[in-house]
């Protein structure tokens, strides 16, 4: 969860009284509807950086692709090595089916949204921890790169 789902969470039960299952499913909502969103605006800002700009879905399969691809091969330390990384990345990208797509995360928005619908506090809470987990790999993955992009541009900037 993040931070502040949890600060909701605390501080709508701490003091010990009960709470509308409407407020804490408004929260977790709020929360999962938000990082969705914020992943599709992050993939429209990475794919619009680019001298052809690239889809939101081609942003996510490259994106994924080099994350494969990192963690199957080992960085190159010369010039022949970076050559055969070169090589294997060619030779796998056809074949390279991203497992989250556009149509994913929306599905996840969706599922998110459903959450308010929800009349058990404890199934609302696991449905946002599900929910949560399968989220936060891409979300990583898409702020990293996005992090990335900005530190290049102030690096462009500010030499």
């Not at 996510?60 to 070169?86: C, H, T, W, Y």
């Not at 797509?101 to 929800?118: F, N, V």
């Amino acid at each position: 969860m993040t931070p502040d789902v949890l600060k909701k969470i605390y501080q709508r039960f701490s003091d010990g009284r009960a709470y509308p299952i409407a407020q804490l499913n408004d929260a977790l909502t709020h929360d999962l509807v938000g990082r969705t969103e914020t992943i599709f605006e992050l993939l429209g800002n990475l794919g619009n950086s680019e001298q052809k700009p690239k889809t939101p879905d081609e942003v996510l399969k490259e994106m994924q692709f080099n994350e494969m691809i990192s963690r199957k091969f080992s960085s190159p330390s010369s010039d022949a090595g970076f050559d055969s990384f070169v090589r294997k990345r060619e030779e796998h990208w056809p074949d390279f089916t991203p497992t989250v797509t556009t149509k994913r995360i929306r599905s996840w928005k969706q599922r998110a949204d459903a959450l308010d619908k929800i009349t058990h506090p404890g199934l609302a809470l696991q449905k946002y921890t599900d929910l949560d987990q399968e989220i936060r790999p891409i979300e990583t993955i898409v702020q990293e790169a996005h992090f990335q992009f900005e530190m290049d541009i102030d690096a462009q900037i500010h030499p």
